[in-house]
């Protein structure tokens, strides 16, 4: 509160293996104010989030050896209250493994990286599209499911819904153009600061063909079932 000065931030994970990639991400709060925050290493700044950038979307990930956190106040011409804050997520995923994060988010998933996706998302879900609801101004797509079958999922994202089955959201942004369809899909993907997000969606019956064809040969990175 009330920031003066500079504060160094270094962030460290519990238990912490030289060769494991750690990536750290960065959301400032939405009324964070009043500092500058940079990605720090033997003394050379590079701006991650200037005073008042707290939009919706406004998340900046990068890896753990790129260096820490330099939180530094910004000139004011009054006294009113001025509060900085940020959350952090520092995990073992690339800082490119979520879609949304890629140079062509869009774009679908090869075969590869749908069975590795399987095997590493924080949830897997069988499910169909009911609706897709667009937020303009955080420039996400809310993808509304109907799900059929829960393989995996950390956090309590889908829950049950009347009639059978469970229901739940998952974002992706909006350039991708999200429509609902016909048909099953398997759904994966990532929490990131406690929301759903998107990962490889392949259609069901590609899914099944892909996952028996590569247990044919052997090279499934882990089991599930497809039936």
């Given at each position: ?21 750690l990536?750290l ?27 008042g ?19 530094e106040a ?5 006294i ?8 952090y997520?520092?995990?073992s ?9 890629l ?10 990286e ?9 949830f ?28 995996r ?10 009639g ?8 992706t ?7 609902p ?47």
């Amino acid at each position: 509160m009330y920031p003066t000065g500079a504060l160094s931030v270094n962030l460290r994970p519990n238990i912490f293996s030289p060769s494991r990639h750690l990536t750290l991400c960065i959301k400032p709060l939405r009324a964070s104010s009043g500092a500058n925050i940079y990605l720090e290493k033997t003394g050379a700044l590079k701006l991650l989030f200037r005073d008042g950038d707290h939009g919706p979307g406004q998340v900046r990930c990068f890896g753990f050896e790129q260096g820490g956190l330099f939180v530094e106040a910004t000139p004011q011409q009054d006294i009113s209250r001025r509060t900085t804050g940020f959350q952090y997520e520092l995990s073992s995923r690339h800082a490119g493994s979520d879609l949304h994060a890629l140079s062509a988010p869009c774009r679908p998933c090869s075969d590869t990286e749908v069975l590795l996706a399987v095997c590493t998302s924080d949830f897997v879900v069988r499910g169909a599209i009911q609706d897709v609801t667009h937020e303009p101004e955080r420039q996400e797509s809310a993808i509304h499911l109907h799900v059929s079958r829960i393989y995996r999922q950390k956090s309590r994202v889908f829950q049950p819904a009347p009639g059978g089955g469970w229901r739940g959201r998952i974002s992706t942004l909006l350039e991708c153009g999200v429509r609902p369809g016909r048909g099953e899909f398997l759904f994966t993907g990532h929490m990131h600061f406690g929301e759903a997000r998107l990962g490889c969606a392949p259609r069901l019956e590609d899914f099944q063909r892909m996952y028996r064809d590569a247990e044919e040969r052997g090279l499934n990175p882990c089991e599930i079932g497809v039936e």
